[in-house]
């Protein structure tokens, strides 16, 4: 491995002691990418199926009755208990009491991996707080807007494709991007359940290594330019739906 | 003929609801009923192997769960208390006349509310030494104290912003009539915007907590013997993989138990500090 950055990074290691060995060591280097790579899929799966979820629910919100009620209970549950519990029932307990497949090679597997139960519990936890804030994006679509779709014979489905979630996604955007950055935060929750994220990787470097600082402060920097970069095109999506003259 | 008011003049009625209990008397029945049904699973499981029943091992280890997850109380309640008194001060030097000062705030909120909280418990976990020398005094420093600190942090970063978001919501006026009456910015801001604000930043600053006291679990991946630490300890000395799904549910049962209560009065609150705008 050679180039501008390594000498960089040998030249500060030898003038200051500070090893980052993720600039000089192609196996580190590699193996940080690999967590980096890990927390973005992570990230992108999870916020997907999280604002899917979100929808699903809203629907629910708006079904009343028993679909309702469901959508109330899923809600409740999910933003009151821990996500690291979650994560942890989810991957310890129901991943255990399912039944292992068995490979083309022989090998029993689990039926859902880590990053797969990963997905799923960020999913639905952030899932649960999605569907409060489209909730609240729909309240704050004004009613005349509704009236006039049920005058305009919209079907249900109609009205909330056409009015209520164009008007109300763009009402609630600004909420949506805070539950999304909490959602990358919590995708080094994955690190309990032993899945390569980013802190995965970075711990796996500086328990071989003995650089926890230099590691530290990288995966603090690393970590403050995702959720910048994600604020940053969350923002510019804002501008670009904003319907011009129009405040809700 | 009685006279009946035109239909068209008729109040709007409010579209009909459930009642409100229903939802969380139904979400408290089916959580219950899956810790039942999961130990009843687990319960026919030891029959058919003739081990000890399921109900009298849960029964034996819940006071412990109970005591881990008392800690994690603790911790987010101590944790919460530090994260205040740190936040108030940050919070006001974001509204600050001096613009050092405030870009100071700024950077600060702006990262520890954007770094991973477990990433940031990591890094004070590892950056604070384990004894501290004062003199000749030796003061050791408990696991459970730095991920206080480590918790606390993030959290003052939040109660920034909703301090600053309290104070920003009373309207301007306010602030000249202050001025007018020569109160100085100090009194201005001790004696007439806080008091008016802490209302309003209560609902937010209870929320924080209930995200907290969710968010103290993760000192168990550092390695103290809080509530999911001691649920995994559990199973792991018992070694039943039946046992996992009703351990796991009486732990969310206690995170949710308190939990929820907290989240419906941060909503009454919120209605109310709503109304008297």
Not at chain 2, 122 to 139: A, K, N, S
Request: net charge positive.
């Amino acid at each position: 491995m050679t180039g501008p950055v390594v000498d960089l990074f040998t030249w500060i290691n030898s003038r200051t002691g500070l090893n980052f060995s993720v600039f000089t060591d192609t196996y580190d280097g590699e193996r940080f990418i690999t967590g980096l790579i890990t927390t973005v899929e992570l990230s992108v799966l999870s916020m997907v199926l999280s604002v899917l979820l979100g929808l699903a629910g809203l629907w629910m919100l708006g079904a009343g009755g028993f679909w309702r009620a469901l959508a109330r209970g899923y809600v409740q549950l999910f933003r009151n208990t821990p996500p690291l519990v979650q994560l942890s029932f989810f991957y310890f307990a129901l991943g255990g009491v399912l039944p292992t497949l068995t490979d083309s090679r022989g090998a029993q597997v689990p039926a859902v991996s880590g990053f797969g139960w990963a997905v799923l519990s960020f999913s639905l936890f952030a899932g649960a707080f999605n569907v409060e804030i489209f909730r609240s994006g729909v309240e704050a679509v004004p009613s005349a807007m509704i009236e006039a779709a049920d005058s305009l014979g919209y079907t249900r489905l109609q009205l909330y494709r056409h009015v209520l979630v164009p008007l109300g996604l763009r009402i609630c955007l600004p909420s949506l991007t805070n539950n999304m950055v909490n959602l990358v935060k919590t995708t080094t929750l994955a690190y309990a359940i032993g899945v390569p994220e980013l802190l995965y990787a970075a711990a796996q470097i500086w328990s071989e290594v003995m650089n926890v600082r230099e590691m530290m402060d990288l995966l603090l920097v690393v970590y403050i330019v995702l959720v910048a970069l994600l604020v940053w095109l969350m923002e510019r999506w804002e501008r670009a739906l904003r319907v011009p003259g129009y405040t809700p | 003929m009685t006279a009946r008011p035109l239909a068209v003049l008729l109040p709007p009625r409010p579209e009909p609801t459930a009642p409100r209990l229903l939802a969380q008397t139904w979400l408290l029945a089916a959580l219950v009923l899956a810790l039942c049904a999961g130990t009843a699973w687990a319960q026919a499981v030891a029959q058919q192997t003739g081990r000890p029943g399921a109900l009298a091992i849960m029964l034996r280890w819940a006071p412990l769960i109970t005591s881990g997850f008392l800690l994690n109380v603790m911790v987010s309640v101590l944790a919460m208390a530090l994260g205040t008194l740190l936040g108030l001060p940050l919070g006001l030097s974001l509204i600050a006349r001096t613009r050092p000062l405030r870009l100071l705030g700024w950077g600060m909120t702006q990262f520890f509310r954007n770094v991973p909280w477990l990433v940031l418990l990591f890094y004070i976990m590892f950056l604070l030494p384990f004894e501290l020398h004062l003199g000749g005094l030796v003061l050791p420093v408990p696991a459970w104290f730095k991920a206080v600190i480590g918790l606390a942090l993030p959290v003052s970063a939040n109660v920034a912003e909703i301090v600053r978001g309290g104070m920003q919501s009373i309207p301007e006026p306010q602030w000249s009539a202050a001025d007018s009456l020569a109160f100085t910015r100090w009194q201005t801001i001790s004696r007439i915007i806080l008091p008016q604000a802490l209302r309003r930043m209560l609902p937010p600053w209870m929320n924080l907590y209930a995200i907290l006291t969710m968010a103290t679990t993760l000192i168990s991946v550092i390695g103290i013997q809080d509530g999911l630490t001691l649920t995994r300890a559990a199973i792991a000395a018992e070694s039943r993989p039946e046992l996992m799904v009703p351990m796991y549910i009486f732990l969310l049962l206690l995170f949710f138990a308190y939990c929820y209560p907290i989240a419906r009065l941060t909503l009454a609150l919120e209605r109310r500090v709503q109304v008297r705008i």
